[in-house]
Every structure is written in C-alpha cells, then in structure tokens.
C-alpha cells in the first residue's frame, strides 16, 4: 500500500501555497509562478479542501497565514528547500567560493571577458565559473546562480533582480564606407544589412529598429544571415555590410576604430539586459557579491 502517496496533499497545489505564503499575495504567487491568480486561487482551495483547514485569511484582497497555514509553510518550506538542495548536488551546483554565470554568448565574449579581471581583483577568493547559453533561460537545464540575457527572453520562475540600459545601432568598418563618414537611411537599399538570427528574436532587428524612425526595410537590400551575434559583428569587421550593433557588445570595437557608426540615429533601451537569480536557490555570499558587481558594472 501506497501510505506517502495517500497522505500527501495533490502535488500541483504546493508550488502555489509555498509562493502565497512567502509572498502573502495571491496575485504576486501567480506573477512569480507565470500562472493566473484564478489558477493559484484554485490551486489553494483544493489544498484547503484536502487538509479540511483553511490556510489564509481573505480580507479586502488582502491575504494572511492562519496559524495552521503558518505551521504547514515552514514545514513545506523546509522540505522543498531539502530536494532543492539535493538536486543543487545531484546537479553538480556550485561549491564553496564557486558561483556559477550564464550568459549569452555575445555578452560573454565582448562584454564579460573585458572585465573579468577586474571582478578577480575585487574578489580573489571567489572562483567565478561562466556558462554561455544562447536560447532563452526556460530552456537551460543545467545549474547556475546568477543569469544575465535579453529583457525580452522568457525567463520562467526565476525572479529578476534587475535591468540594464542598452543603444543600438548600425555599425561596419570603415572600409566598408570607401571613404565617406556618414549614411543616410533613405540609401538602405543599395547597402548589404547583415542580420542576426536568433529565436525569439532581439528586441530590436533591422526591421524593428527602422520601424522606429518611420522605415521600412527595403525589399532591396541584399542580405546576410548569421545565427551568432558575435559572428555577426566579425562580418562587419571585415567589411561585408552594415549590422545592428549594441554599445555595450561593440563598444571596444567602436574605441579601436574597428567599427565606425556611419548613422546619426540611434534607439535607447531603458531595459535591454536583465539579471536573474536562479529560482528556489538559497542566498550565497559568492551569488550576492556577484550580482553586485554586475549592478555596478552595468549601471
């Protein structure tokens, strides 16, 4: 006889509870849960109904633990934060003055790496692990403390700390200009664009950036693919055409005089970048420090 499997409540309603009662919010638990508040509603009276107790109280939308339900979080609490800590081993989770990063490849190669030897000397006792990933975070299955990607990428349950600004705009060689300084936007269709191909796609491309001043891509224009941002970026380089670059990832490139922005216009993003704390993980000093020293770097 199957004694665990009759005396636990049903499975689908202890992610909500456990999100309610931290958060005291049942509308807050379905934001974090990417769930609807009817659904964490739901979820809750069937666990209500199954203990027979009720575990919050309903006051003019607002929402408290009862002392039963108070005693059935922290024990749940602890347990769920057990199998987290056993799958953080199983998975090969980050040791002691180890934290692990993700990133998107292009941050990592032309924004992180830059920098990393200034993160070392801040914090020598720290051993810093990068993990690059280029699809959105929902779909990482491996361990990391602290992600960094696209505003725009679905990033499931694992909570944001933060966002960061980012410009975009179109960047080439100065070989590719043979000479001039400047290009207009209304001379597009002679010119060779070179695209990023990335699913879901950035939140600003060729066609959406122009969309911003009013443009369309022209039919004309002859185009270039590239499903690497950093491959992208090197086309440009070496003269093959125009791409839409961010200035924290072509920056060094614009300082050396490898790439030139030949346009006058640009798009401010106020949230280009974002920062994530894996969900479910325990508060540790190294991840803590770590998102820190992105907050500043990237402020």
């Keep these: ?59 003019n939308r607002a929402v408290f633990l009862t002392d039963a339900g108070r005693e059935f979080s922290l024990s749940l609490g602890q347990a769920l934060h057990d199998v987290a800590s056993t799958a953080d081993r199983l998975r090969g989770a980050a040791g002691k003055n180890e934290v692990v990063l993700l990133c998107q490849p292009c941050e990592a190669f032309h924004w992180l790496m830059p920098r990393l030897s200034n993160f070392h000397r801040q914090f020598p006792q720290i051993e810093l692990k990068m993990v690059t990933w280029a699809s959105p975070l929902t779909d990482f299955q491996g361990y990391f403390d602290v992600a960094m990607q696209s505003a725009n990428r679905d990033h499931g349950l694992h909570p944001l700390l933060f966002t960061a600004a980012d410009e975009v705009f179109p960047v080439c060689s100065p070989r590719y200009l043979q000479g001039r300084t400047a290009i207009g936007l209304d001379e597009l269709a002679s010119h060779t664009l070179l695209h990023h191909d990335a699913l879901p796609a950035y939140q600003l491309e060729w066609d959406t950036w122009l969309a911003r001043f009013g443009h369309e891509l022209p039919a004309t224009a002859r185009g270039l693919a590239f499903d690497h941002y950093s491959l992208m970026l090197h086309a440009a380089v070496e003269g093959h ?28 993003l106020t949230e280009a970048l974002a920062v994530y704390r894996r969900h479910g993980q325990a508060r540790r000093e190294e991840a803590d420090l770590l998102v820190e020293w992105l907050r500043r770097e990237l402020a």
């Design 241 to 268: 055409g125009l791409a839409m670059g961010w200035r924290r990832t072509s920056q060094r490139m614009l300082d050396s005089g490898m790439l030139v922005a030949p346009f006058s216009q640009s798009v401010h």
């Design 1 to 59: 006889m199957n004694k665990l499997g009759k005396s636990l409540p049903p499975l689908a309603s202890l992610l909500p509870f456990e999100a309610a009662a931290r958060l005291l919010s049942f509308s807050r638990a379905a934001e974090e849960l990417n769930l609807t508040q009817a659904a964490v509603s739901r979820q809750i009276r069937a666990l209500e109904e199954n203990l027979g107790i009720v575990l919050f109280q309903r006051r």
